[in-house]
C-alpha cells in the first residue's frame, strides 16, 4: 500500500496509489580474491522437511511456544493475527534449526562480496533477505503485491523512512516501520497484515519485528535539495513473478522441502544488470563519508 512521502523534513509529492549449506560451530570464513565472506553461527535442523497439519489442532497446544510459532508464521508467510483463519498449515518435523534454514534464500552469495549492504524481495517465495558482503544477515515472510496491485520489480534503494506514517490510498491503514524505496508511487516496505498471499497496494508487507530490524538495518538516501538526491540508499531487488491462480506455492514444501529454493547461481543472475549501478551507488555514498569527516 501507499504511504506518505516525507524526507528530511521535506514534503514531497506522492502520487495516489497502493502502497543450504550447513554452517557449523562458530564463524566459518570462505576465501576468494582477497574476500572473505563471514557467515553469522546458525543450526541446522536434522530433518528439514515439512509435514500439513489442522491449523486449529496444532495451535491448541503449540501457540504459547514461541520458536515454533515464529517458524510456523514465516513458513506459512503470515502473521499470529491470520493463522488462526486458516484450515490447515505447514509446519517443519524438526524446529531446531535457525529460520534461515526454513526459508528459500542461500545463506551465502559469492557475486555479492564487494556488496556492503543489499535486501532482496522475492515474489515468487513471497519472502525478503538481507546481504552484508555476501552473508544472509536476516530472513523472512512477507506479502507484497496483489494480482490488481502489482508490486513493481527490478532495482530500487531505500529513501526516506518514518516509524509511522498514513497510507495515501486510505488514511484509515496506519504504516509502522515505513521505508520507501519508490517515492513517487509510494511504495515501500513496513509493518502490515499478513494474511498469507500477496494482498498489499504495491507494497511489501512485513511482520513487525522484521520492519524494524529492516528500518534499523537499511540507509536513508541523502537530499541535495528537493528534487536532488545527493546519495542513494540501500539498494533494494525485487524479483520474480508470483502465480495468483494456483495454490500457495510453499505448499509444495510438504512433498519436497526444496522446491522454493533460491540457490547462490540464481541471486547472482537476478542481480548481474543492477551491479554496476550499486557499486557506483556504493562508492559515491563512501565519497561522501569521506568528505564529511575531512
Known sequence: MKNTAVAFGLILLVTLG???EKVGEGVEHVEKENTKIILPTRTAPKDPSFTMVLTKEWLASNKEDEQKMNLVLA???TDAT???TMDSIIVPKD???DIAYYLPFPLEVQGLQKVNKIIFFSYATQTFATYEKGALTHTGPTNMGSKKHKTPTGLFFSNWKAEETISTFD???ELKWNFNVENLEGIGW???SLPGYPA???CMRLQEKD???LYEWADQWVLADAETVKVKGTPTVIFGTYDFEAKKPWLKLVQDPKALTITSAELETVVAPFLSEIYTAQDNRKAQKEVAVK
Open 211 to 213: 520492519a524494524k530490524v
Open 82 to 84: 491470520h493463522i488462526s
Open 75 to 77: 513458513a506459512n508467510r
Open 190 to 192: 513496513h509493518e502490515y
Open 95 to 97: 524446529f531446531s534449526g
Open 171 to 173: 488514511d484509515e491503514w
Open 18 to 20: 497502493s502502497c543450504k
Open 200 to 202: 498489499s497496494h504495491s
